[in-house]
C-alpha cells in the first residue's frame, strides 16, 4: 500500500466532516432490514425484565466464568510498568461464579480494592467457533443468537454475541474494531466518546510492547509482567482519555452518546471508540464481521495510516500520563494547600 502523508489524512478528515457533520439519530422503532442498511436500533426484552443480580447468581448456579482482574479498571490498555516503560496490558484472568463476580463489584468496594469486570469476548454468549462453548449456556434462552434485520440486511450470522458487565471503575480504552457493532445495554448506561475512521490519525497510535498482569504469590497484588520478545509488539493509541480536549488536535470531532437500559448503539466498523459506564452496567453486543471482499478494509487501514507508514515506537520520548501518575499530582497538590 502507498504511503500516504499527515496532511492528506487531515485534508480527508476535514472533507469528511464538511459533508457529514457530527450527529448521531435516534430511532424509536425496530428498522427492516433495507432500514438497517443505514441505521439500526435494538434491545433484548427478556434480560431486561429478568436480569436481576438474584436472577442471574441462581441461575448461573456454580459454573465458573471468565473474569478480568486489573489494579486500575483499564485492561486491555496502555500502562505504564514497574521498569517505567509503557507497555500494552492484558488483564489477569481468573474463574469465579456469577455470585462471586457480581458482590465484587457493588458500588461500596474500597477503592483501592483490584476491579473486576466481565469483558471475556470472542463469543462468550454465542460463538461462530465449532467446539466453543458458552459460559453462560442457562442464559441462552433470555438472549437472541442473532438479530434478524441485521442478518438478513448484512448476509450473515453475528460472528460472535458477547456479554459485559462491570461498574464505574472500568474504562475500556480508545481503540477500533473491523466489526459491525450492535451494542445493547441492559442495565446502568454506557457513555461512549466516538470518532469516525476519517479521524484515526487523531488518535497518535504507537507500537508498544506485549505485557499481562500476573499474582506471582496467591494473596499478594497484581503486578504487570512484560512478555517474552515472541510477543509480537501490540499497534494501539496512546491517547489516554480523549475526553480531555489538551490530548486532541483542533481537527477532531468527538461525538459523545450515553446508551441507557434498553437502548442499543449501531457502531459502525472502524470507527473509534472510548466507554465509560454507570454503577453496576450490563451489556449485550452482536459482532458482525465487516464486508472485507471490498473497498472497507482497504480505505480504513488506508485511514490510519497504512503498513508503509506503520507508527514509530511508543517509548521514544512521548508524553503520555497515566491515572496514576494524574492521582499523585493531585494528591501532592492538596497536600501542599
Not at 95 to 115: G, P, Y
Not at 119 to 141: A, I, R
Not at 265 to 288: D, F, K, M
Request: hydrophobic content about 35%; some cysteine; glycine content about 6%.
Amino acid at each position: 500500500m502507498a504511503a500516504i502523508t499527515q496532511e492528506a489524512l487531515k485534508w480527508i478528515s476535514e472533507e469528511y466532516y464538511d459533508l457529514n457533520g457530527s450527529h448521531y439519530e435516534t430511532l424509536e422503532s425496530l428498522p427492516s432490514p433495507l432500514e438497517f442498511s443505514q441505521l439500526v436500533h435494538c434491545a433484548c426484552p427478556k434480560a431486561l425484565a429478568r436480569w436481576t443480580d438474584e436472577y442471574l447468581a441462581k441461575a448461573c448456579g456454580d459454573n465458573l466464568i471468565s473474569v478480568a482482574l486489573t489494579p486500575n479498571g483499564r485492561a486491555d490498555a496502555i500502562t505504564r510498568g514497574p521498569d517505567d516503560r509503557l507497555y500494552f496490558a492484558e488483564p489477569f484472568v481468573r474463574q469465579m461464579t456469577v455470585a462471586d463476580f457480581l458482590s465484587k463489584i457493588s458500588t461500596d468496594r474500597d477503592a483501592q480494592e483490584e476491579v473486576v469486570y466481565l469483558q471475556s469476548q470472542d463469543g462468550n454468549l454465542y460463538s461462530s467457533t465449532p467446539g466453543v462453548d458458552s459460559e453462560f449456556e442457562s442464559l441462552l434462552t433470555d438472549v437472541p443468537p442473532q438479530l434478524s434485520f441485521c442478518t438478513e440486511a448484512l448476509g450473515a450470522p453475528p460472528e460472535a454475541v458477547n456479554l459485559w458487565i462491570g461498574d464505574s471503575r472500568s474504562v475500556t480504552s480508545i481503540h477500533s474494531d473491523p466489526y459491525e457493532n450492535i451494542y445493547t445495554v441492559i442495565r446502568g448506561s454506557k457513555t461512549f466518546t466516538v470518532f469516525p475512521p476519517t479521524e484515526g490519525w487523531c488518535m497518535n497510535e504507537r507500537v508498544y510492547p506485549h505485557a499481562a498482569y500476573e499474582r506471582l504469590v496467591e494473596g499478594e497484588p497484581l503486578i504487570l509482567v512484560a512478555s517474552p520478545p515472541s510477543n509480537p509488539p501490540v499497534r494501539w493509541s496512546s491517547i489516554q482519555d480523549p475526553n480531555d480536549a489538551n490530548v486532541l488536535p483542533p481537527e477532531a470531532h468527538p461525538i459523545h452518546i450515553t446508551v441507557n437500559a434498553g437502548e442499543s448503539l449501531y457502531l459502525p466498523a472502524g470507527w473509534w471508540h472510548y466507554v465509560t459506564q454507570s454503577e453496576v452496567t450490563i451489556a449485550v453486543n452482536y459482532w458482525y464481521d465487516m464486508e472485507s471482499r471490498g473497498s472497507g478494509w482497504v480505505w480504513l487501514n488506508l485511514l490510519r495510516g497504512g503498513d508503509s507508514n506503520s507508527p514509530p515506537p511508543g517509548n521514544e520520548g512521548d508524553e503520555f500520563v497515566d491515572g496514576s501518575e494524574e492521582d499523585e499530582e493531585e494528591q501532592e497538590e492538596s497536600a501542599g494547600n
